[in-house]
C-alpha cells in the first residue's frame, strides 16, 4: 500500500462515463449513467463526436431517461463520446449549469467530478483575456483553460493541453474531455475523485466507478493521484504522470463481483435486495477469517510487533460509518484494552489529535472515496500514524492509500442509504477488534475462536428477521400521521437507535431523533405526546431493566411504542403497541442482528409516504466534497 498523500476535496459524486472505439458510443454512455445514477444528479448531458467530425451535445435538467428521450433523435453513427451526471455544487441545477461544458469555439467539451476552488480568479482572468461563459457553474473555466493552453504552450498537443490546465487549477477533479481537435481521442486527468478505465478490442472506456465498467470487462485501471490518460479507439491507453512522463504500468485490479449484482434482479428496488443480500454478504467475509494463530486479514501488512505495541486508536467516519465507529470501539475496548477516539471525519479534521508512533487511524467509508474520511486518513498519516482502511469498493482511494485494508465484500450497493454494507462493517470491525486483542494478548486464542464461531451464526440470526418483515410492514402504521419520532436505546444498542433514525430520516423525510434511553429525561420527553412513535431497542442485555423503565415512561405519556425485543419478552409485549422480534444473542453482535428490523422498518414507512427508496431527494451515495 502506498502512503497517503495529498489533499482531499472534490464535488458530490458526480457520475462520468466515456468511450472511444468501434462501436456506437450513446448507448454505452446511457447505460453508464444509468449504471451511476445510485451516486445521485440533479441534471445529465453527453457529448459526441459527430460524423463531420464536430462536436454534438445534449443536456438537461432532470433524469437519464429524460436525457435519454432528448437523444432519440442522434444518428447511431458516432463512436466517441463522453457523458456525465451532475449533483450541483457551484450553480443551481439546470439545463445551462449541466455538463458538459464547451470552450468559446465550442471545439473542446469536459465533464467534471469535484470542485475547483480558484474557480472564480481563473474566471475573471480568462474574462480579461475575451472569453464568455455560459454557466454558473465552476467546471467550464476547464474547458476555456484547455482551449487557451491547446493553441498556445501545448501546440495542439491534447493530453498537455490538459496537463496545462490542471496544472493551474486548486481543488480536485476527475476530467474526461473531447476535441473536434483531435477526433477519436478521450484525455482523463484525475485529482482527488476518482477515474477508472479499461480497454478491450471494442475500444476504450472511462468511468467514475466500477459498476459501469462491470458488464464490459473485469479487468480495470485505476487512474493514481495527478495521473493522466490518453484513449484511443484502437482500445490503446497511454497514462501520463503529471510531467506527461509516460507511466510504463499503470496500476490495475480486477473486478470481483459479476455484474448482475448491480442489477435489481426480482426485487421491487434496490434496498429491499441489499437488505436481503446481508446474510450472503457477511458469510463472504467471514469465510476463512479464522487461522492456527487467530484472526486472518489478509489486508493487513503491519508487522505483529507494531499491531501489539498500538496505545491509541482513532476511528474516523461519516454517516452510517460513523455509527459502525461507535461499535468499532466498543469492540476494541473491551476486548483489545485499547483506549479509542471516534470522531466524524468533517470535525477530526480541524481538531488537534495525539499521535505516536504506536498510534492507529481506521477509517471507515463504504465507498472509499469520501472526502472528509481521506482527508482525515491522510492528515493522520502525515503525523506519523498507521492507517487501517474498512470499505466496501476494491481498488478505491481508501484501500490504496492506507498501510492496510479490510474489505467488506458486500458487493455493489446501488440504494443510497447503506443496510448490508453497514452490517458488513460491522463484522469488520468485530474482526479488527479480535485480531488486535489476540496481537496484544488481552484476548486468548481460545476464546478468540469462541467469539468467531458465535459470528458464523450471524447469517442465519439475521435470516430469521428477514423472516418476520411483516413484523415492519405492521409497525409502519404508527407513522403514518407522524411529523417526528423518536429512538431510544441504551449500552449498544444506542448506536442501533441511532443507525435507525438516520435510515428513517434519509429515506422517507420523517424527523427522527436517537437518544441513549437514559438522557431522554434530559430533554427528548418533552417531545413525546399521545401517539407520538417512540421505538425502543430493547434486547436482552445487561442494561435491558433500565431500557423497560424509560420504555415505561413514554408508555405512560401516551406514546406509540414501537419495541424491538428478544424472543418471548413478557414485559416488553405488554407496553409496547407493535413488536419486533429478534431471535437470542450474544449482547455485542446484536446491533448486526437488530438493525436489519430498523432497515425494513424505514422501508416500509418510506414506501407508505410515497418516497423514492432507491434514490432519496438531496443525498448521494458517497459526499466528495467537504
Known sequence: MRALAGAAKGARMCGIVGYTGKRQALPFLLDGLRTLEYRGYDSAGVELEADDGELAEVKCRGRVAAL??????????????????RWATHGEPSDANAHPHRDCSGRF???????????????????????????????????????????GPAKGSLETAVGLAAARMQGSWAIACVSSEEPGAIVCARKGSPLVLASTDEGAYA???????????????????????????SGKITVYNADLSVVAEPDG????????AATIGGYPDFMAKEIAEQPAAIERLLEGRLGPDGIVL?????????????????????????????????????????PCVVECASEFNYEE????????????????????????????HARGAKVIAITNVLG???????????????????AVASTKAYTAQLVAAALLALFLAKANGSMPLRVVRDHYREMLRIPELIRIVLSRAWQDEVAARAFTDA?????????????????????????????????????????????????????????????????????????ARGACVIALATNGDVRVAQLADYLLLVPPAPEWMSPIVDVVHLQMLARYVALARGCDVDKPRNLAKSVTVE
Open 207 to 233: 468511468a467514475s466507478d466500477v459498476t459501469a465498467l462491470s458488464n464490459i470487462t473485469s479487468r480495470v485501471i485505476n487512474l493514481e493521484e495527478g495521473q493522466l490518460a490518453r484513449l484511443e479507439p
Open 253 to 260: 485490479f480486477t473486478i470481483d463481483w459479476d455484474a448482475s
Open 68 to 85: 435519454a428521450e432528448l437523444c432519440s433523435g442522434l444518428p447511431g453513427t458516432q463512436t466517441t463520446g463522453i457523458a456525465h451526471t
Open 396 to 414: 478505491s482511494t481508501a484501500a490504496r492509500e492506507s498501510d492496510g485494508v479490510i474489505y467488506v465484500q458486500a458487493g455493489p450497493e446501488i
Open 483 to 555: 411529523q417526528s419520532s423518536l429512538f431510544l436505546g441504551r449500552g449498544v444498542s444506542a448506536t442501533t437507535a441511532r443507525e435507525g433514525a438516520l435510515k428513517l430520516k434519509e429515506i422517507s423525510y420523517l424527523h427522527a431523533e436517537a437518544y441513549p434511553a437514559g438522557e431522554m429525561k434530559h430533554g427528548p420527553i418533552a417531545l413525546v405526546e399521545p401517539g407520538y412513535p417512540v421505538v425502543v431497542v430493547v434486547p436482552e442485555s445487561p442494561v435491558r431493566d433500565k431500557t423497560i423503565s424509560n420504555l415505561r415512561e413514554v408508555d
Open 298 to 338: 489478509d489486508g493487513l501488512s503491519l508487522p505483529l510487533d507494531e499491531v501489539a505495541a498500538i496505545d491509541r486508536i482513532y476511528i474516523v467516519a461519516c454517516g452510517t460509518s460513523w455509527h459502525v465507529g461507535l461499535l468499532a470501539r466498543t469492540y476494541i475496548e473491551r476486548w483489545a484494552n485499547i
Open 109 to 151: 467539451a469536459v465533464v467534471h467530478n469535484g470542485i475547483i476552488e480558484n474557480y472564480q480568479e481563473l474566471k475573471a482572468e480568462l474574462e480579461g483575456t475575451g472569453h464568455s461563459f455560459k454557466s454558473e457553474t465552476d467546471t467550464e473555466i476547464i474547458a476555456h483553460l484547455v482551449e487557451e493552453a491547446f493553441r
Open 353 to 380: 489529535q495525539l499521535v505516536s508512533d504506536h498510534t492507529l487511524c481506521v477509517i471507515i467509508t463504504q465507498s472509499g472515496e469520501t472526502a472528509d474520511t481521506l482527508a482525515s486518513a491522510r492528515k493522520m
